[in-house]
């Protein structure tokens, strides 16, 4: 008899179970007084990054980066090319050394290369024109006594050979792989040497950038130039339509990068500048004061004039009245540093 009872109170148990699910099951999408539950509203989904203009190059990106400017004194000469990492610069500089030859001061801030050279050594319109980036890196190769002592002072932390990033090359880079044409810079660790000596994030420049080309009566066609920067060293510069920018050569012959890449300006800047031979007797540039400029950008050839009113000024490029900045391009900008400007083109002989 006990087994017997023992197996029916087995059989009760059961639908006693099943019971207490069905239970649980419906009091889980009830709320507290018997109503339905509601779903829980939806977290609202983060809003989108505003676009930014990047400082140097007017372009358009999701982000700026937070990081000081990298200025690259890079050489010129025949034995310096084809050179490596130009095509990335936001700015290049051409500089008018002694015997003619032309230096560059390339301005690395959107996009950092691999690397960078050949390296060559600073000049004292350098410390004028790095003054108006805030306070970048500066990467060279070296300098003669009084331009170490205006480094010293200017705004700006300055590195050489045996900082990180410089490097001897062995031909993997350099055309002449033997002093003083081998010097090289990776940018990354050099960037992170200036941040440690103390360089600070670039700021507003005071550039202005636009799409939409200038118009107006002085405006004309200029889909080449030549610039003399001396009677040995001549820069052209050439529009590249497809790609809206303008390609350089050097003497009548294309420019070359060591990479797969080409040297492209959506602005070419030539302003009028002062020369002069300095007290040690090497030939000197002054950017301090204003002047005449012209600008070409979309094929087109424009006055413009430029002024850095003090060393700790940005250089501006204004429009030919001097009285706003110059609708740049958005894109890299090549300037150029001749005594002169190169005169306009010649009229078309009506016939």
């Not at 050594?121 to 108006?132: F, I, T, W």
């Not at 306070?135 to 060279?140: C, D, K, S, V």
């Not at 992170?192 to 939409?212: K, N, T």
């Not at 050439?238 to 050097?250: F, I």
């Amino acid at each position: 008899m006990a087994a017997r009872s023992h197996r029916r109170r087995r059989r009760v148990a059961r639908p006693l179970v099943a019971a207490v699910v069905v239970m649980t099951i419906g009091l889980a999408g009830c709320s507290p007084d018997g109503e339905p539950a509601r779903e829980l509203p939806e977290e609202p989904a983060a809003p989108e990054p505003e676009p930014q203009q990047h400082l140097l190059t007017g372009v358009t990106t999701g982000e700026v980066p937070e990081r000081p400017a990298l200025l690259v004194k890079v050489s010129n000469s025949p034995e310096a090319r084809p050179h490596t990492g130009l095509e990335t610069a936001d700015v290049v500089f051409e500089e008018l050394t002694e015997g003619g030859v032309t230096r560059f001061l390339a301005v690395f801030h959107s996009e950092l290369p691999e690397v960078v050279g050949p390296v060559r050594s600073a000049r004292p319109v350098d410390v004028q024109l790095m003054s108006g980036f805030g306070l970048p890196g500066f990467a060279h190769s070296g300098a003669r006594a009084e331009v170490r002592a205006m480094l010293a002072d200017a705004p700006a932390v300055p590195i050489t050979e045996g900082a990180a990033g410089f490097f001897r090359d062995d031909g993997t880079y350099a055309s002449h792989p033997v002093a003083p044409h081998n010097l090289f810079l990776r940018p990354e660790p050099a960037l992170d040497a200036v941040i440690e000596g103390g360089a600070q994030p670039l700021g507003p420049l005071g550039w202005l950038f636009s799409d939409d080309p200038p118009t107006g009566p002085d405006v004309g066609d200029a889909e080449d130039l030549e610039v003399e920067m001396s009677t040995s060293f001549r820069t052209g510069w050439s529009y590249d339509e497809a790609a809206g920018v303008y390609r350089r050569a050097q003497n009548g012959e294309d420019s070359e990068v060591t990479g797969p890449g080409r040297i492209g300006a959506a602005n070419v800047v030539v302003l009028a500048v002062r020369h002069y031979i300095g007290a040690s007797g090497y030939p000197e540039t002054d950017v301090l004061g204003e002047g005449e400029a012209l600008v070409l950008r979309d094929g087109r050839r424009s006055p413009a004039r430029w002024a850095k009113a003090a060393e700790t000024d940005p250089l501006l490029v204004l429009t030919a009245d001097g009285a706003e900045p110059f609708p740049l391009k958005p894109g890299a900008t090549w300037i150029l540093l001749p005594d002169e400007l190169p005169p306009p083109p010649e009229e078309p002989a009506s016939g």
